[in-house]
C-alpha cells in the first residue's frame, strides 16, 4: 500500500489548509488511520486519529478545536481540516493506517506510512 499526502503549503497565521491522504488501494477501508507530524529536530508525534469506519476520533490536546480529521470510506481518502494555524502547526505531516479497525495513536501500532507533506505556517 502507498499512501499519498498533499495539501501542504506555505499559509500565515490563523489560516486554514486542508491535507489529503489517499491509498494506491483501498486495502486501508477497513482500518483505522493517522495524521502525524515533525518539525525540524523533534520527534515525530501524534496529531489526530480516526477509526475504521470514522465513528471515533482523537486528538493532540493542542490541535484540539482546530483540526478536524475525517475520511471518506469509498474512497479511501482521509483528510484533515486545519483552522486557525499557528507558526508552531510548522512541520511535514505523514498520513498512516493502523494494524487494526480502531483509533490508536501509537506509533509502533501503525504499518504503512505516507511520505509526508509540508506545512510552514508564518506568523
Known amino acids: 500500500v502507498q499512501l499519498q499526502a498533499s495539501g501542504g503549503g506555505l499559509v500565515q497565521a490563523g489560516g486554514s489548509l486542508r491535507l489529503s491522504c489517499a491509498a494506491s488501494r483501498r486495502t486501508n477501508t477497513n482500518n483505522g488511520m493517522a495524521w502525524f507530524r515533525q518539525a525540524p529536530g523533534k520527534e515525530r508525534e501524534f496529531v489526530a486519529g480516526?477509526?475504521?469506519?470514522?465513528?471515533?476520533?482523537i486528538y493532540a490536546e493542542d490541535v484540539k478545536g482546530r483540526f478536524t480529521i475525517s475520511r471518506d470510506r469509498g474512497t479511501g481518502t482521509v483528510f484533515l481540516q486545519m483552522n486557525a494555524l499557528k507558526p508552531e502547526d510548522t512541520a511535514v505531516y505523514y498520513c498512516?493506517?493502523?494494524?487494526?479497525?480502531?483509533?490508536?495513536?501509537?506509533?509502533?501500532?501503525?504499518?504503512?506510512w505516507g511520505q509526508g507533506t509540508q506545512v510552514t505556517v508564518s506568523s
Open positions: 498512516a493506517v493502523n494494524r487494526g479497525s480502531y483509533v490508536q495513536r501509537a506509533p509502533e501500532q501503525f504499518v504503512y
Open positions: 480516526i477509526s475504521w469506519n470514522g465513528g471515533n476520533t
